[in-house]
């Protein structure tokens, strides 16, 4: 198993461009999560989605857009990035509550926005 | 709402010796779970040790275990005969048995390792 997989891992875009960061795991998880990691932030949740179709607002959600088109991936979309968006994204994907609670995190992807 | 909070934001140990990295968190909930990850350098989040809230064992894994503390709020990772591959950013994390949602993770304890 890959576990889950973020592309791309680098980017570096320009102020207003757009961009869709993917995220996909072969776990069969139910839950997905976007993260991102700032210095001295821990881990700030974006959105999440708790299965197929559907998608939830995290605690920072302004810029972002995400769906889950397929029960495998999630993906998150900056639709003109800001240079406030410049951090470390990372997608988790979880077990729903009766099996599994832990997160299992993919290794990352460096958004720098100039 | 459920915070989690790590006070320490970095922290020395020599090779060898033992190190207690802490952690409080606040809920009204009865029912949850609590983590402890590691980001070494590589970037990747790696589970460490989970506590089910429930449980009243410590849970332990090898050179790692934890010191909960319900009523207090409290869930300390101690780490024994501490390694170099040890360093690395601990996360200690919340998330609720009741709820279908996301963990909560407290800010990070950076942990350096003196040869």
């Known amino acids: 198993n890959a576990g889950v997989t973020q592309t791309p891992k680098f980017r570096v875009l320009k102020t207003g461009q757009s961009m869709t960061l993917l995220c996909a795991q072969d776990m069969n998880h139910e839950y997905m999560y976007w993260y991102r990691q700032d210095p001295g932030m821990g881990l700030r949740l974006i959105h999440y989605?708790?299965?197929?179709?559907?998608?939830a607002k995290g605690e920072v959600p302004d810029g972002y857009n995400v769906s889950r088109l397929k029960k495998q991936n999630f993906l998150l979309g900056l639709e003109s990035a800001a240079p406030s968006q410049t951090s470390v994204y990372f997608c988790?994907?979880?077990?729903?509550?009766?099996?599994?609670?832990?997160?299992?995190f993919g290794p990352g992807t460096r958004l720098t926005v100039t | 709402a459920q915070t989690v909070t790590q006070s320490q934001p970095e922290m020395s140990v020599q090779e060898a010796e033992t190190v207690t990295l802490s952690c409080t968190y606040d809920t009204s909930e009865s029912d949850y779970y609590l983590f402890w990850y590691k980001q070494p350098p590589s970037r990747q989040m790696i589970l460490v040790i989970r506590q089910e809230a429930y449980k009243q064992q410590n849970a332990t894994e090898n050179r790692f275990s934890v010191n909960f503390q319900k009523a207090a709020k409290s869930f300390s990772l101690k780490i024994s005969d501490s390694q170099l591959g040890d360093a690395a950013m601990y996360f200690c994390a919340y998330r609720s048995a009741n709820r279908d949602d996301k963990i909560i993770f407290g800010k990070g304890t950076r942990l350096h390792i003196l040869p």
């Open positions: 988790a994907s979880s077990y729903r509550r009766y099996y599994s609670y832990e997160q299992y």
């Open positions: 989605s708790v299965g197929e179709g559907t998608t």
